[in-house]
């Protein structure tokens, strides 16, 4: 067993970086386009119901399934790696995000409407501040999860920590088989640990 | 002859309800009037008041602020005319004192200095000293001081007019009466026209030069406090009117 980590310590490495890389890709589109999505849905309620109603189903999809499903359309790799994780992303994000500026006080929106904040300026200062605890939260879930769900994008040649499990599960290698599940929870763990670390605690207010 | 605020005809029904809010309200206030609207929960004072800021749109009506009709107004621009004050205070958390009551000047892009000066001038005029609550955080004041600011930010712009909305209600019997005096103080040196809803009909009494009785969405009675207490209109001021009473024999029983 260790035999396996001694020799080959290397293409783990390898594995975790290009993991890691693919992660940081899909996080980034993922908060972009959840920004998006967040400050239209805060626009009108109708619209959020129907965003979140939709991205609930899509989530429900097993993952394994759906880069399969998206194969035919984006083809083997990175990229439809990349789409499905931020898919996966926006429900987790938005959730959180809407949730997050809904908790800040009537009274305070109220205020700063009254006395002639535009909507944008209400969002950036003053929901945006109030809800920063519960964005940082999403994020780290939605982190957390990127990690662990990229695992499975190996499937589709996207290469990362799966590449080694799943190599170990074709050939019956048991090594294999273990150290890429231990390195792909080690990840997610350090991830967890790290952004706890660095996320915003609660401030004056 | 141009009126500070007039309401022609105005009714709002919220979706849903059966019946309305405000139902074909007409009335007219003067510059520098300080105007109480009593009423119990539901009569649509509130509704009313939101309607001068359009928190509110009216379904049908006008409503003019010396003699403009505020739907022709960009909304942004009307509000940051009119100061806003409500019972939940809505002091924004993350903000200091000073950064609270700086909020519409730095909004307007007032000069740095013109805007430090105000807050200080604001703070003063509210009963707080500068130095000691500039740069404290909403939380860590009391129920009574969080309103005092609520008043000051709700003042930092000039506006010419002051809605209040049950600005005192959550607040303690003794702060409140301390409260009131020192808003009819503000109110007598400056030219400015105050609306305040208030549920308890001492409060409407004592502070409005004219006050407004609604029921129903309707205006029951819109006079001086002298002319209401001694020729109601309705039942229903009446009724009011001897509640207070009602309240003040009791006191005096034990004098």
């Not at chain 2, 809010?21 to 649509?44: K, N, R, Y």
């Not at chain 2, 805007?115 to 130095?131: C, F, K, N, Q, S």
């Not at chain 2, 002051?162 to 009466?177: K, N, Q, V, W, Y």
């Amino acid at each position: 067993m260790t035999e396996y980590l001694i020799k080959h310590y290397d293409d783990l490495a390898e594995a975790a970086l290009v993991h890691l890389q693919l992660v940081l890709l899909a996080m980034v589109c993922s908060l972009v386009l959840a920004a998006a999505l967040t400050v239209v849905c805060s626009c009108s309620g109708k619209i959020a119901g129907i965003v979140t109603g939709l991205l609930a189903m899509i989530y429900s999809v097993p993952s394994l399934a759906m880069f399969a499903l998206l194969i035919p359309l984006t083809g083997l790799g990175k990229t439809t790696a990349v789409i499905v994780l931020v898919i996966y992303n926006q429900y987790l994000l938005l959730q959180n995000f809407l949730a997050g500026l809904d908790s800040v006080d009537k009274g305070v929106t109220e205020a700063a409407a009254g006395m002639g904040m535009t909507n944008l300026q209400i969002l950036i200062k003053i929901r945006l501040p109030l809800a920063r605890e519960a964005l940082a939260a999403g994020i780290r879930i939605a982190l957390v999860s990127t990690v662990s769900i990229a695992t499975i994008a190996a499937s589709i040649n996207a290469g990362g920590l799966g590449t080694i499990l799943f190599d170990g599960l074709r050939t019956m290698n048991i090594p294999k088989i273990v150290w890429g599940s231990l390195a792909s929870a080690l990840l997610v763990i350090l991830t967890d640990r790290v952004t706890r670390f660095i996320s915003p605690h609660r401030g004056p207010a | 002859m141009v009126h500070a605020i007039e309401f022609r005809d105005v009714t709002k029904t919220f979706k849903g309800a059966g019946y309305s809010a405000v139902d074909h309200v007409s009335f007219t206030v003067e510059e520098g009037e300080f105007i109480t609207i009593l009423g119990s929960s539901g009569c649509g004072k509130t509704t009313l008041l939101k309607m001068i800021n359009r928190l509110y749109e009216p379904d049908d009506g006008k409503v003019l602020l010396s003699g403009t009709d505020i739907s022709s107004v960009d909304v942004v621009s009307l509000r940051r005319r009119i100061g806003y004050v409500i019972q939940q205070i809505g002091l924004f958390p993350h903000l200091t004192v000073g950064e609270n009551i700086a909020t519409l000047p730095k909004l307007l892009k007032w000069e740095k200095e013109k805007t430090a000066a105000r807050v200080d001038e604001l703070l003063i005029m509210a009963g707080l000293a500068p130095d000691e609550f500039r740069n404290r955080y909403p939380s860590q004041l009391s129920g009574g001081q969080q309103q005092r600011v609520g008043l000051a930010r709700a003042l930092a712009a000039d506006p010419g007019i002051m809605l209040l909305d049950e600005p005192f209600g959550a607040i303690d019997s003794i702060t409140r009466t301390k409260l009131q005096d020192e808003l009819l103080a503000l109110h007598g040196g400056m030219k400015k026209t105050f609306l305040f809803v208030t549920h308890d009909i001492e409060e409407a009494l004592k502070l409005g030069t004219r006050v407004m009785i609604m029921n129903g969405g309707k205006v029951i009675q819109y006079d001086t406090p002298e002319q209401i207490i001694r020729n109601p209109a309705d039942a229903f001021v009446r009724s009011l009117v001897e509640a207070a009473r009602a309240k003040e024999q009791f006191w005096e029983r034990f004098v």
